[in-house]
């Protein structure tokens, strides 16, 4: 498996067997939640042209937020393209009247499965174990809390940020790399990859009552915009 950091947050094009699969595109240059004077984000360096990215089979959403499930981004891709995500995701998705097929979980063309254990009020901290049948990994971009028993993965790509708002607004978005290390060991994944740790602009409410720390750690590997890691 080849997989590729598109760019500083949370993108990535992931060749599995062959299948290239663009996940939790976002190339535009902010993105809002709710409203501007709520939650807007800024990437800082100049992002990724959709001519750069190479044809893709299918597209993976881990997310409904707008730094994963990107209107703007997503618009500009080939409708024909099948989505690959939760429900709840494709709901939302589908409102915009753009791609024509979505597929489950359970019907990707690889295995794909969500073992994070999550509340229903707990929409961040999702974990995906994604494998080609003979080696897997874990993607948990937000970090996770908790996971199915008897998982396993060579490799865990998650979060090292730890990003921190008031409980009424979902408490603890980012786990931070505690957290990372500790799934990682439950996963007994020998390799860490960061992810979702860009250090963007943000404006609105959610910025003044944010707080944001970033880690490094010498057993994660920080990957640049189109670096690859092969395994």
Known sequence: MKLTKLNDDSSWLWDISGIKVLVDPWFSKSQVDFHPLFSQQFHVKEQTSMDEIPQVDFIFLSHPFTDHCNKETLLE???TIPVICLPSIQK???KWRHFQSFISLENAPFELEKISVTSLIDLVH???LISDGTQAFCYAPHGCKSILPNKKAQLLITTTTTYS???FLGGTVNLGVGKALDLAEKLAA?????THDEVKIQKGIVAVLSKRTFANHPGVL???PFESFEF
């Open 92 to 94: 939302k998705v589908q």
């Open 222 to 224: 920080a990957l640049q």
């Open 77 to 79: 891709l080939d409708p």
């Open 126 to 128: 999702h974990a995906y």
């Open 190 to 194: 020998t390799q860490l990859i960061s």
């Open 165 to 167: 708002l008031p409980f």
